[in-house]
């Protein structure tokens, strides 16, 4: 089969991760007998550069052509000064945006051979964890209406979230599904205590449950489940909730499995065409000198195997070649946590992956 793959490699680290995942695709089409087809496009801070426009139209034309997308990371310090609206980071809300990708699914595992990375006690993590955040991505507070004013004590400013039915049923849908394929426990998180927008998300998630019998349902307050991550996250399967909580849950989830370096995702929309990209940021500190970790890419591209193409013994190779890597100890610099040892670089660790599969 042929399949084409718009690639968004954005700035800071994301060229070198976004170049490792490539080879890693390629390997695999050459072994399965598939042809993967990449053009690059402009977008976040390169794109402002080029072109004035964090976003440009041809991005967005050329991702909506394709059949599916592969991103790195946006953004950095030069671009940090620059109004809202023309940040990197607008043109990542955008993307998401255009192509319709309200579901963000972002796995979160201890890899055994990680347990000394994690920044957790060992009697926590023994047990291990594999946990799903399924994070609404093109609604809630992120998208709401927002601005400068004057009020009571002079200039102000406001951030609103707003989340309909429609929005709030989608996910929930979503998440549900998920449940049903993995150990049907399903955690919604919200602030129903305080936030309005939290007890409609409640109230419909409910309403669901009925519907889903089988899958054990619960709700969680989100500070509640910031605390619950690090003190049991073996108790958790999947977890819905909203944009801003999911970015943020999402990051800490990450960090208990050993790195951010680690984790991929998936934003899914109602089509087959998905957008895939680490969870992790552009990470300016280290861009450029090989230093990255490429799993979290590589990753999202088995993701993208697994979700848009229907590649599900492709995906699982990339998945096992990355394990059996991990396993025979090679480290990138963000894995080494307290073992010690030598670090390898980006292109090494890709060369890794590269013979497992
Ligand atoms: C993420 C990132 C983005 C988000 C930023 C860069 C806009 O933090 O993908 O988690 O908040 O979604
Ligand atoms: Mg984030």
């Not at 390629?26 to 690059?40: D, N």
């Not at 849950?249 to 899914?268: F, N, V």
Request: hydrophobic share 40%.
């Amino acid at each position: 089969m042929k399949y084409s793959i718009a690639l968004l490699k954005g700035d800071g680290i994301g060229p070198e991760i976004v170049d490792s995942a490539v080879e890693v695709l390629k390997k695999v089409g050459a072994k399965y007998g598939h042809e993967f087809e990449f053009t690059p496009y402009l977008i976040g801070g390169c794109a402002i550069d080029a072109t004035g426009e964090p976003l440009p139209e041809e991005t967005v034309k050329g991702c909506l052509a394709s059949d599916s997308v592969l991103l790195g990371a946006v953004g950095g310090p030069k671009w940090d000064n620059l109004p809202g609206g023309k940040r990197p980071e607008k043109a990542l809300l955008g993307i998401r945006s255009a192509l319709g990708l309200f579901t963000n699914l972002r796995p979160a595992k201890l890899y055994p051979a990680l347990k000394n990375a994690s920044p957790l006690r060992a009697d926590i993590v023994a047990g291990g964890f594999e946990l799903m955040i399924v994070r609404e991505l093109t609604g809630g507070i992120y998208f709401g209406e927002r601005g400068r004013r004057e009020g009571k004590y002079g200039p102000e400013a406001f951030d609103t979230e707003a989340y309909s039915r429609m929005e709030i049923e989608r996910i929930g849908r979503v998440a549900f599904e998920t449940a049903m394929k993995r150990n049907r426990k399903l955690v919604s998180i919200d602030k129903a205590n305080v936030l309005e927008t939290s007890r409609l998300w409640r109230e419909i998630m409910h309403e669901m449950s009925k519907e889903y019998s089988e899958v054990e349902y619960s709700d969680m307050l989100v500070d509640n489940a910031a605390m619950q991550l690090v003190r049991n996250p073996g108790q958790f399967d999947v977890i819905v909730t909203s944009n801003m909580f999911g970015d943020i849950l999402s990051d800490e989830a990450s960090q208990i499995t050993g790195s951010i370096g680690m984790l991929a995702s998936a934003s899914l929309g109602s089509t087959k065409r998905g957008m895939y990209e680490p969870i992790h940021g552009s990470a300016p500190d280290i861009a450029g000198q090989n230093k990255a970790n490429p799993i979290a890419t590589v990753l999202s591209a088995a993701m993208m195997l697994r979700y848009s193409f229907d590649l599900k013994e492709e995906a699982d190779c990339i998945e096992k070649a990355v394990d059996a890597v991990l396993e025979k100890g090679f480290r990138t610099a963000d894995l080494l946590g307290t073992s010690g040892g030598n670090a390898l670089s980006c292109t090494e660790m890709t060369e890794k992956i590269l013979e497992n599969i």
